[in-house]
């Protein structure tokens, strides 16, 4: 397993940006993705990449609006969120997939989480 540590949270007003880091213990090849997860709600998938970085997806919700990019050689990913909307509000999660990656958004698919970090967007 890998330790994920996030970043770059905090409060924003709609419409603004924000972006979060994840970086990873060590060197890997991991299929990477972030998650979020409001009060109330289930853990949702928000975007993934391959480790080659070639293969991406995302959540309908935020196509358009948030861009996920990763740095192997700094062994960290970001999450560029523009366009923010309230109902983006959410901790957001790092995670790592040992496995064959296609993007899955299923958690359990997942084997090593980060902490989360805290997004408010104001209206």
């Known amino acids: 397993q890998v330790t994920l540590v996030e970043s770059g949270g905090g409060l924003e007003q709609a419409g603004g940006s924000l972006r979060l880091t994840c970086v990873a213990s060590?060197?890997?090849?991991?299929?990477m993705a972030w998650f979020r997860q409001a009060p109330g709600r289930e853990r949702e998938f928000v975007a993934g990449?391959?480790?080659?970085?070639?293969?991406?997806y995302y959540v309908d919700s935020v196509k358009g609006r948030f861009t996920i990019s990763r740095d192997n050689a700094k062994n960290k990913i970001y999450l560029q969120m523009n366009s923010l909307k309230v109902g983006d509000t959410a901790v957001y999660y790092c995670?790592?997939?040992?496995?064959?990656?296609?993007?899955?958004?299923?958690?359990?698919?997942?084997?090593?989480w980060g902490q989360g970090t805290q997004v408010t967007v104001s209206s």
């Open positions: 060590r060197r890997n090849s991991y299929g």
């Open positions: 995670a790592a997939s040992r496995g064959y990656y296609r993007g899955s958004n299923k958690p359990d698919d997942y084997d090593s």
């Open positions: 990449i391959s480790w080659t970085g070639v293969n991406i």
